[in-house]
């Protein structure tokens, strides 16, 4: 009775302790929070047994080794909708404080309605008083490019690259009304003479066009069934028209929406994906896209379960790509974010509570953690462009989503916008676990670097440097270099290299070499600066950052347990002799 009652006694400590550290954020909650993405203890705890119910599904096949194309820019985007802005000061406006906050990319709607109103190559706007004559004649008549050439113009300005959003088709399109603003054109080659309209204007300085918007979900295929077929024709067509005006044109596929709906308005983007590549469309795009929202738990939320959506829901976008032999491509999210919306059904009538709800101070601090956590476990994942920055005014304020915003139509910063300046301010770029090209936005490179073209290069071009730095972390670094000439020279953390790289051989045309420079036993942060022999350049393809910590660590593991066996072994046995005399 004694022993039971010291048994109940040490579990009623443990027990009083571990709900101290609930109650106080400790250790335990951080490391539940860690795996589940929640913060509330009841939520912790039953996320913990769906995160251990990880183990019961098959594990996706992501391919983290892969080189990936389009993963070496800047990753921070915010998407704008600058076309609202009546004023040009506003937009110029909102283009700085973007600028400022050290975002490298605006996604821009380039609505097709508001560039070609009227009719089939029509590209005037016609449809305001401008000179309050109350006629609408020819004084009133502007280019309706003029709008999107500043925007083009104010974005180059502040060093903002752009992906130009292709949707919305204008009336005219659809000779009946009924199938809805949003479906496509009745006559697919109207949209294909739309993009290839926008390409050819501002060629050479837009280079990245998404196609469409949602086309697996009401109602953006508009008052009829969503159907991936008709996509992939829409696609198709406008991939192969885009690349004629500029084969350097990146296509960026439609943003799929998040839903585990299979009807035939809301379709899983899981099956209407998989439906794209059942028709051809993967040569279609070079960028895949989907939306990359936390809703209800946090970035850090690792439960893997194909029915509940989370921000690694891109997840299972990966796997499907990488089963369809598609896993050279990336993934970019064309919107992500926490929805910061009042809790008060009153105020918000539309959509109430179908993004999740947190406090503006919450959605502050998960998007920062959600873009570190991208760059340090999803070497596929590319922009994540936050949702959104801006609204003209305030009369959505009653629907939802108008609180995804960062800052208010006055121009008041939210803390969104401050956590997200301070955090691009601060965060250190570093090269974590995947393939990464030279041309990586987070190497530094000599001013006599040159980009070089091969075929046998991993996607065709690789960079001729004097001098290459990088932080990275991991235990391995391989270096991709040219074959021809000496192998580069190598500093790491401060000190030239004295040890002796593990180089493989040659690839088959003999133009490339690997050479493995092993770092640390365990996984940390190494700076490394690549120089060619003597200061003569050196052309580098890629990098490859290796994380081999537990192929490290699981021989030393097996080894202590063997020995402790052995050791544990020998002590009974001397106590069993012990007592026997």
Not at 16 to 32: E, K, N, P, R, Y
Not at 553 to 558: G, K, N, R, S, T
């Given at each position: 009775?004694r ?12 027990a ?44 996706l ?17 915010v998407?704008?909708?600058l ?21 490298g ?9 508001d560039?070609?109103?009227h ?29 999107y050439?500043?925007i ?15 949707s ?16 496509p ?12 309209a926008?390409a ?8 990245h ?50 839903t ?26 070079d ?37 369809n ?30 993004f ?30 936050y ?33 997200m ?9 570093v ?12 190497i ?86 690549i ?51």
């Amino acid at each position: 009775m004694r022993r039971l009652r010291l048994i109940l006694a040490v579990l009623l400590a443990l027990a009083i302790l571990f709900a101290a550290d609930l109650a106080t954020h400790g250790l335990a909650w951080s490391w539940m929070e860690s795996l589940t993405g929640e913060e509330a203890p009841v939520a912790q705890l039953r996320g913990l047994v769906e995160w251990l119910g990880n183990i019961t599904r098959p594990q996706l096949r992501t391919e983290p080794l892969t080189p990936i194309q389009y993963v070496d820019a800047n990753p921070y985007g915010v998407n704008t909708f600058l076309e609202q802005e009546v004023e040009v000061a506003k937009r110029d406006r909102q283009v700085e404080m973007i600028a400022e906050a050290g975002f490298g990319w605006i996604r821009q709607e380039f609505p097709w309605e508001d560039i070609e109103i009227h009719a089939r190559g029509d590209f005037e706007d016609r449809r305001n008083d401008r000179d309050g004559d109350g006629d609408i004649d020819s004084a009133d008549v502007i280019s309706a490019w003029d709008k999107y050439d500043h925007i083009v113009d104010v974005a180059q300005q502040y060093g903002l690259r752009i992906q130009a959003r292709l949707s919305n088709p204008p009336a005219w399109t659809h000779a009946d009304p009924a199938i809805g603003d949003k479906a496509p054109p009745d006559d697919v080659q109207d949209f294909v003479n739309y993009a290839v309209a926008v390409a050819e204007r501002y060629k050479g300085r837009i280079q990245h066009y998404q196609i469409w918007n949602e086309p697996n979900i009401y109602p953006e295929w508009g008052e009829q069934p969503v159907d991936p077929l008709a996509y992939i024709d829409l696609l198709c067509r406008t991939y192969d028209a885009l690349k004629a005006v500029d084969p350097k044109i990146v296509v960026i596929s439609a943003a799929l929406a998040p839903t585990i709906n299979l009807t035939d308005r809301n379709l899983s983007d899981y099956v209407f994906l998989q439906r794209m590549y059942d028709a051809g469309g993967a040569r279609c795009f070079d960028v895949m896209s989907t939306q990359g929202y936390g809703f209800f738990s946090g970035p850090d939320d690792q439960r893997m379960r194909p029915t509940t959506l989370t921000f690694s829901h891109h997840l299972y976008i990966r796997d499907i790509m990488v089963a369809n032999g598609d896993a050279a491509k990336p993934i970019w999210l064309a919107e992500a974010a926490w929805n910061a919306q009042p809790e008060d059904p009153a105020l918000v009538t539309s959509q109430y509570g179908d993004f999740g709800i947190v406090s503006e101070d919450e959605a502050a601090r998960y998007m920062p953690l959600a873009y570190a956590r991208a760059q340090q476990e999803w070497p596929w994942l590319g922009v994540i462009n936050y949702w959104f920055f801006k609204q003209a005014d305030d009369s959505r304020r009653n629907q939802s989503w108008y609180y995804f915003r960062m800052i208010e139509p006055d121009f008041t910063p939210l803390p969104i916008y401050v956590a997200m300046r301070e955090y691009i301010a601060d965060a250190q770029p570093v090269l974590y676990s995947g393939v990464h090209q030279a041309e990586d936005w987070a190497i530094e490179r000599a001013q006599d670097t040159a980009v070089g073209q091969s075929a046998t290069a991993q996607f065709g071009a690789y960079i001729s440097s004097s001098e290459v730095a990088l932080m990275a972390y991991g235990t391995d670094v391989i270096v991709r270099f040219a074959s021809a000439g000496s192998p580069p020279e190598v500093t790491l953390d401060g000190t030239v290299w004295d040890g002796q790289p593990i180089r493989a051989a040659s690839d088959a045309q003999g133009e490339w070499s690997d050479m493995r420079l092993p770092m640390s036993f365990l996984a940390q942060a190494h700076t490394l600066r690549i120089s060619g022999a003597s200061g003569s350049p050196v052309a580098i393809d890629s990098f490859t950052v290796l994380d081999r910590s537990a192929q490290h660590l699981i021989p030393l593991v097996v080894t202590v347990g063997i020995a402790g066996v052995v050791l544990l072994h020998a002590v009974v046995a001397s106590l069993r002799a012990r007592s026997r005399t």
